[in-house]
C-alpha cells in the first residue's frame, strides 16, 4: 500500500512539473512600430504603411530552425504617441497585417469602427492559426493600414504593438 501511496505522490509531482516547466518556457516576444498620420492625409481613404521587424529578427534571424513553434498573435494594441495628450477620435478603422520573404499577407489584428477617444486601444486578434512560416522566414514585415473619420489638425504619431507567443519545439 504504502508503495502504491508513494508512486502516486510521484506521478503526480512528475506530471505537475511538466505543466509547470511548460508555462515556463513559454515564450512571448515583442515588436513596436511607429506609424507617422499627417495632416494631408485625407479622411475616408485607406492609408497604408509599412515596416521591417528588424526586432523580431533579432530573436530568430530568420533561422527556419529555431527551436518554436505554435506561434500566434496574442496581443495587439495601438496608441498615441504624440501629439502629447492625443486620442485616437480621429480613427475610423485599423488593420494589421504580417508577411515575410515568400510568404503571403496575413491580418492579425484589426479594429473597425474605432469610436473612442482614448489614447490607446486594444485591436481585435484575427484567428489566422499558426504563423511559424512567416515568424522564421527573413524579412519579417508589417503593414498597418489605417483609415480616418477626418483630417487631422497635426501630425499624429501612433505606436502599433504586437506580442507573439510560442511553445518550445521540442
Known amino acids: 500500500m504504502k ?31 511607429n506609424v507617422l498620420v499627417s495632416t494631408g492625409v485625407p479622411a475616408d ?11 523580431v529578427q533579432t530573436w530568430f534571424g530568420g533561422n527556419n530552425n529555431a ?3 505554435d506561434v500566434r498573435i496574442s496581443d495587439a494594441k495601438v ?6 495628450g492625443g486620442n485616437l477620435s480621429a480613427l475610423k478603422s485599423i488593420k494589421v497585417y ?14 473597425s469602427p474605432i469610436s473612442t477617444n482614448a489614447a ?16 522564421k522566414s527573413s524579412g519579417l514585415t508589417v503593414r498597418t493600414v ?3 473619420k477626418n483630417q487631422t489638425s497635426s501630425d499624429m504619431n501612433l505606436k502599433i504593438a504586437l506580442n507573439f507567443s510560442s511553445v518550445p519545439a521540442k
Open 3 to 33: 508503495n502504491m501511496f508513494l508512486t502516486a505522490m510521484v506521478a503526480s509531482a512528475a506530471l505537475v512539473s511538466c505543466g509547470t516547466v511548460q508555462s515556463l518556457v513559454q515564450n512571448t516576444f515583442p515588436y513596436t512600430t
Open 98 to 111: 504580417v508577411s515575410s520573404s515568400g510568404t503571403k499577407e496575413r491580418l492579425v489584428a484589426s479594429r
Open 67 to 69: 527551436q518554436i513553434k
Open 79 to 84: 496608441s498615441v504617441v504624440s501629439p502629447s
Open 146 to 148: 489605417y483609415e480616418l
Open 120 to 135: 490607446s486601444l486594444n485591436l481585435d486578434l484575427n484567428d489566422t492559426g499558426f504563423l511559424d512560416e512567416v515568424v
Open 45 to 55: 481613404k485607406e492609408v497604408s504603411s509599412t515596416a521591417t521587424a528588424t526586432n
